[in-house]
C-alpha cells in the first residue's frame, strides 16, 4: 500500500511539474517583430523627450476616444508618473511575452475592474529593458500592448465616472 501511494504521489508531483512547465512556456518572451520595435523606438522617443502628445499617438486607437475633458486626467496621470521614472539610457533587449486569455490587465491589481474598464484587452506584454543606468539601477519598462492592423499600440483602461472619482480621492489622499 506504501509504494502504491509513493508511486501515485510521484505521478501527481509530476503531472504538476508539466502543467507548470507547459504555462511557462505558453507565457514564454521571444525576440520583437519589426512592428512591435519601431512601436518600442517611437515609445521610448516619446517618454525620453516627455512629450505627451506623441504618447496619445502611441495609444490604441480604440482606447483615444476614452480621452475626453471628464477622463484627461487619467491618462495625464499615467504618463506623468512614467516619464517621471523612465530610465534615460538607450535600448539594450526588447522582449515579447503573450498574455494568456484567462491573464487580467496589470491594473486591475489595483483598481477596480467595472471603474477601468478596457476598450482592448492587452494580448502581450513588451518588456524593455535599457541595462544598468548611471545611478547603478537597472532600468526595466513594461508595457501592455496590442495590435491594430499591422502596428502595435498601447493599451489602457478606460475610467468610468466613478473611476475617475476614485482616483481623484486617491491621488488627495496621497497629497498628489
Known sequence: MGLQRSARMKTVVLSMMLVIASTNLAHASSAPTQS?????????AAMHTKNSAAMMVLMHPEDRPCVSDKTRAFYQYIVTQQSGSFP??????????????KDEPSIWQFLPEKMFPYPVLPTARIQINFGVGPD???GLDELEVAPSG????????CPTAEGMALMRKMQKKSGH
Do not use: C, D, R
Open 136 to 138: 547603478g539601477y537597472l
Open 88 to 101: 534615460k539610457q538607450k535600448v539594450k533587449e526588447i522582449s515579447v511575452t503573450p498574455i494568456g486569455v
Open 36 to 44: 512591435q520595435t519601431s512601436f518600442v523606438n517611437a515609445f521610448v
Open 150 to 157: 499591422a502596428n502595435w499600440y498601447w493599451v489602457t483602461a
